[in-house]
């Protein structure tokens, strides 16, 4: 069906900067919504930022300014710039792909393994 890789995830300090990358792969005939989720210690998963094919954006009131998602249609590939990180930011960030295979013929969520983010001195 639809496979989603993350990469870019890693320890940096408080203010630090990182990039996340997810890659979409397999039978894809479109991905109408990408996204970015997170799951702290403790809290549920929770949407962080989403963006659709025409490039419209949502942001998570609490990353609203620092964090940027975009997304590469050709490549099938989204990226969540993080800047000004903080402690609270800490968390398993997942992506997650609303697509449509030729598999299955069918709308679908799919979800990357997950990689790990920590904000801390």
């Known amino acids: 069906q639809v496979q989603l890789v993350e990469s870019g995830g890693g320890l940096v300090q408080p203010g630090g900067s990182l990039r996340l990358s997810c890659a979409a792969s397999g039978r894809i005939f479109s991905i109408p919504t990408l996204a970015w989720y997170r799951q702290a210690p403790g809290k549920e998963r929770e949407l962080v930022a989403r963006i659709t094919s025409g490039g419209s954006t949502n942001y998570a009131d609490s990353v609203k300014g620092r964090f940027t998602i975009s997304r590469d249609n050709n490549k099938n590939t989204v990226y969540l710039q993080m800047n000004s990180l903080e402690p609270e930011d800490t968390a398993v960030y997942y992506c997650?792909?609303?697509?449509?295979?030729?598999?299955?013929?069918?709308?679908?969520?799919?979800w990357g393994q997950g990689t790990q983010v920590t904000v801390s001195s």
């Open positions: 997650n792909a609303h697509a449509f295979s030729y598999s299955t013929g069918n709308a679908a969520n799919y």
